[in-house]
């Protein structure tokens, strides 16, 4: 199964979508762990910088998954970089009542170009010659910034933006050198926070700069007669060498949907956007108050 399952909604109240503020009880969170193992997905992505995430998950029992974490930025001053990571790592291990992760990512991968980068990498390293993570790597905002950091530490995994607005990974040609050098790529933000599933009306205001963008692909949308979240799932399932696409749910019944859409055969769009219309492509650069 291609798909994992994001886990940044179980710990915080997060995307541009979730207007109510809410964040995933914890009933419905078991909900959707028993329907995802039952259909076949795996992989759970989750990060120590995603509040409770760990936590709830632990409570619920995750023994068995392959679990994803991710370092958060190492402090400035850190005088013991090993100490640090084999600190935060069994934290995590602790929170989720596991012995061993599937991966370690760092949140924050410009630490490697950083005064104590060598130290990360050989801790990085050791986290993986010790068996506390099986695959390490990193998340990454764009192709910019794995081209920044490619050089510093032998990846296994690298994390990052792909969409049907979204396609730098893609269309620079970057998934298929990971895959040929046997790097695992898991797509996230494929709905970009849930923008993507909107309704012109939906969108916030901030959004309106991009109008043209967004009418080519609500046209489109009617056009080919598809729903939104079919159209974003059929175009990432067109690429083998995309390993997971990380998705993330407030329900049950919208995994449900989701693991149908992600059946229909592959899709190849038109482009609706450029690539270097970062402030739409980057949630961080979003001004949606």
Not at 113 to 139: C, D, F, H, T, Y
Not at 164 to 170: C, K, L, Q
Not at 222 to 233: D, G, P, T
Request: glycine share 8%; aromatic share 8%.
């Amino acid at each position: 199964m291609k798909l994992a399952l994001g886990t940044v909604q179980f710990g915080l109240t997060y995307g541009v979508a979730n207007t109510s503020g809410r964040q995933v009880c914890f009933e419905e969170v078991k909900e959707i762990l028993a329907l995802a193992k039952t259909r076949g997905i795996t992989t759970l992505d989750t990060a120590i910088a995603y509040g409770d995430s760990e936590k709830v998950l632990g409570e619920i029992g995750v023994e068995g998954w392959e679990l994803i974490t991710k370092l958060p930025k190492l402090p400035l001053e850190c005088a013991d970089v090993f100490g640090w990571v084999l600190s935060e790592i069994k934290g995590s291990l602790h929170r989720l009542k596991v012995e061993q992760l599937h991966g370690v990512l760092l949140h924050h991968p410009q630490d490697l170009m950083g005064k104590n980068g060598a130290e990360l990498v050989r801790a990085m390293e050791q986290i993986k010659a010790e068996g506390l993570g099986r695959k390490i790597g990193v998340s990454v905002y764009g192709p910019s910034q794995l081209s920044d950091i490619e050089n510093y530490m032998k990846l296994d995994i690298v994390q990052g933006p792909a969409s049907i607005f979204d396609r730098r990974f893609i269309d620079s040609g970057i998934i298929k050198k990971l895959h040929a050098q046997g790097i695992e790529f898991h797509a996230r933000s494929i709905f970009l926070q849930g923008l993507l599933l909107m309704d012109q009306i939906q969108r916030p205001k901030f959004f309106q700069q991009f109008s043209s963008a967004f009418k080519k692909w609500d046209e489109w949308i009617a056009n080919k007669n598809i729903s939104r979240m079919e159209a974003c799932l059929q175009y990432l399932n067109s690429f083998s060498e995309i390993d997971r696409v990380v998705i993330g749910v407030d329900s049950a019944a919208q995994l449900s949907t989701i693991l149908k859409g992600f059946n229909y055969q592959s899709l190849m769009p038109p482009l609706f956007v450029d690539s270097s219309e970062l402030n739409l492509l980057n949630p961080a650069l979003w001004r949606t108050e």
